[in-house]
């Protein structure tokens, strides 16, 4: 380097979370936060929700478009570079079928519980469930 600082060589190994590499001085204000979702921790949500829908009592046709909204969510959480917005969309559209029908009311914990913790992984893009549901 020409700028009378010396020559830094940094081994880090592996990171993980929130990493932020930067060249030069980089300054923070108010923290830095990391907003990651668990595929896996969803992905048992999804099973408890169809576990929970299966054992209703509702039109076939109702069932059937649970399941593919589940499957739905599946296949964008399977994605790489997966988008929470786009893992939303399907278990939103779930939660208000349920919610419009009546199911909602009065699974209780059945269904509310795998939707709220859902809701809580993907974040921001949670929030309309969580509207849905309560």
Do not use: C
Not at 55 to 61: E, H, K, Q, T, V
């Amino acid at each position: 380097m020409t700028d009378n600082r010396p020559n830094a060589i940094f081994n880090i190994g592996s990171q993980h979370g929130n990493v932020s590499n930067v060249a030069g001085d980089m300054t923070v204000y108010g923290g830095q936060h990391y907003t990651g979702f668990p595929a896996e921790l969803i992905r048992q949500e999804l099973g408890n929700l169809q576990r929970a829908i299966s054992a209703m009592d509702l039109d076939p046709a109702v069932q059937k478009k649970a399941a593919a909204l589940l499957a739905d969510a599946d296949h964008e959480l399977s994605r790489t570079g997966r988008d929470a917005k786009k893992v939303a969309r399907p278990i939103e559209r779930l939660a208000g079928l349920l919610k419009n029908i009546g199911a909602i009311a009065v699974s209780g914990a059945a269904l509310i519980d795998p939707f709220q913790r859902i809701a809580s992984w993907l974040g921001p893009a949670g929030q309309a469930i969580l509207h849905l549901i309560t």
